[in-house]
């Protein structure tokens, strides 16, 4: 059986520190500023995207990985004598599983599994985890597939939206639903929900209320709750970070805890102040 490569996109937001103990590959959405295409993670940063914001007040443009850069990607480890696992943002959410898709087809059959995780940012993460320990367990791209489908439907993610300021720009909440929502203090807490996003709740008034929403949500489902790993993520959020780390603390040890913090991607969608609370609940 041929060693395994793990590769992910941009938008899963794992720690650089796990990334490179697990020899995983990431590959990068783009964001473009005017007529100058970046790469996430890559040669832009979260400040510079939220700096372009506040100073052109439009949203920067985000784009799929293209077939030919996954041809790339994945010819170099084919090449190296590997058998490839795929997975990135949800489908529903961006076209760059389709054309992840299309590159395999580039290739034997058998030797690449694009897996669709149906979610973002470290809910998609949380699945990359399973796949690392799946390997490590000697299983093959077919086994691990079927141990993922088992496990994706229990991916919960939800994060706390601070200002609505990037939904609106992006034109995902219309001009009426902006204007209530500002004048009403709205946080609303996003969940994803078979790969796309509801609102969930809809805290209303100080930013500590809606953590306290979010941190509600954790505790009902604490009890049912795979809690070996649970992802706590932002973007531009520390004081709620700080916050929520510390009442998390009260219930989990420090090690089953991985703070990290959303791309540039993810961070366009959302805004600065978007946290996030994921966990897998038990089979």
């Known amino acids: 059986m041929n060693k395994i490569k793990i590769i992910v996109d941009s938008t899963s937001d794992l720690t650089k520190e796990y990334l490179e103990e697990n020899n995983i590959s990431v590959i990068p959405l783009g964001v473009t500023f005017g007529d100058k295409v970046y790469h996430d993670g890559i040669d832009i940063t979260v400040k510079d995207l ?7 007040k439009i949203l920067p ?20 004598g590997y058998d490839i696992f795929y997975t990135g943002i949800s489908s529903k959410m961006s076209s760059s599983y389709q054309n992840a898709c299309l590159a395999s087809e580039n290739f034997e059959k058998g030797r690449i599994l694009i897996f669709d995780s149906l979610n973002l940012s470290t809910g998609i993460g949380l699945q990359v985890t399973r796949a690392v320990e799946l390997v490590k367990e000697g299983k093959n791209l077919a086994e691990i597939n079927e141990e993922l489908l088992k496990i994706r439907p229990l991916v919960r993610s939800q994060f706390l939206i601070e200002t609505m300021d990037y939904l609106y720009k992006g034109g995902r909440c219309s001009g009426v639903a902006y204007f209530l929502a500002s004048a009403l203090y709205l946080k609303p ?12 709740k809809k805290p209303i008034g100080k930013t500590i209320k ?6 509600e949500i954790f505790k009902k489902d604490l009890p049912n709750m795979d809690t070996s790993l649970v992802m706590l993520t932002s973007t531009f959020a520390d004081s709620s970070e700080k916050y929520l780390y510390n009442e998390l603390l009260k219930y989990l040890p420090a090690e089953n805890i991985m703070v990290t913090h959303a791309g540039a991607v993810i961070s366009s969608h959302c805004g600065p102040g978007t946290i996030g609370i994921l966990y897998i609940m038990k089979k």
């Open 50 to 56: 939220y700096s372009y914001v506040e100073k052109n």
């Open 61 to 80: 443009k985000t784009s799929a990985i293209s077939v030919g850069e996954f041809i790339t990607c994945f010819q170099k480890y084919i090449d190296e």
């Open 189 to 200: 807490i996003i969940r994803v929900v078979d790969g796309g996003m509801i609102v969930y």
């Open 210 to 215: 809606a953590c306290n929403a979010l941190l």
